[in-house]
């Protein structure tokens, strides 16, 4: 089956600091979609994307379609203590057998006041 | 508030309990899913209903036996489940999905809280 990978596993930032994670697949998606989940409760959406190239802000968070339909990033600017969580990154395969969501592992973000 | 909504939130069966997990979504939505949550892992698709229609099962072991009485209303009955099957269950929904379950364009997936699992 499809795998993406997200990096990085885990970071640990300053308050105010900004932050960029991304997640890379070995095949074309043609949706990418951006989550976050705080302990004990279920991942929220963040950030839809269904376009290469797409480049989609949701306040301090951007989120960009890569053009090559095989990467997506997340930005989170001006750092702050409540966007601590994990972050997941799903994507939406073109071909045949790939029309379940694939999620990344997660990137844990931890923010120091 | 996402609009789905799980119960219970905490859930502890021993091996050769019966349990149900329920899920309900006030979205309009017509596609609602479930999806396992292990510690170290990707979310794992287990079911996907389209208009109260199974359209996916991931392999899951009949331990595992979905319902869906209406576009609404999801449940995941359990019995005789494993320490290993200890997990975090989300429920999820979207407009609709095309065959297979994949979301057409424009479409995305909300989450529940989820249903923390604990079997001893």
């Known amino acids: 089956g499809q795998q993406l990978n997200q990096s990085p596993q885990s970071m640990f930032i300053q308050e105010g600091e900004d932050v960029s994670m991304n997640c890379t697949s070995s095949?074309?998606?043609?949706?990418w979609l951006w989550y976050k989940q705080d302990p004990g409760e279920g991942p929220v959406l963040l950030i839809a994307l269904y376009k290469a190239g797409e480049l989609t802000s949701n306040g301090r968070l951007t989120a960009q379609f890569g053009i090559t339909r095989k990467d997506s990033f997340l930005n989170i600017s001006a750092s702050i203590p409540s966007d601590v969580g994990i972050y997941f990154c799903?994507?939406?395969?073109?071909?045949?057998?790939?029309?379940?969501?694939?999620f990344g592992k997660g990137t844990k973000l931890s923010v120091i006041p | 508030e996402t609009g789905v909504t799980q119960t219970p939130r905490h859930l502890v069966m021993g091996m050769t309990n019966k349990k149900s997990l329920k899920c309900e979504q006030h979205l309009g939505h017509n596609a609602m899913y479930w999806y396992k949550q292990s510690a170290k892992k990707p979310l794992e698709l287990m079911f996907v209903?389209?208009?109260?229609?199974?359209?996916e099962n991931n392999s899951v072991p009949s331990r595992f036996s979905p319902e869906c009485p209406n576009s609404s209303h999801l449940f995941l009955h359990l019995h005789t489940l494993q320490p290993e099957d200890s997990a975090l269950y989300l429920c999820?929904?979207?407009?609709?999905?095309?065959?297979?379950?994949?979301?057409?364009?424009?479409?995305?997936?909300?989450f529940g809280e989820g249903s923390w699992l604990t079997v001893v």
């Open positions: 209903y389209n208009f109260k229609e199974q359209t």
């Open positions: 799903a994507g939406q395969g073109s071909g045949a057998g790939s029309y379940q969501l694939t």
């Open positions: 095949s074309i998606f043609n949706t």
């Open positions: 999820a929904s979207s407009q609709e999905t095309t065959a297979r379950g994949r979301l057409s364009s424009g479409n995305t997936i909300y």
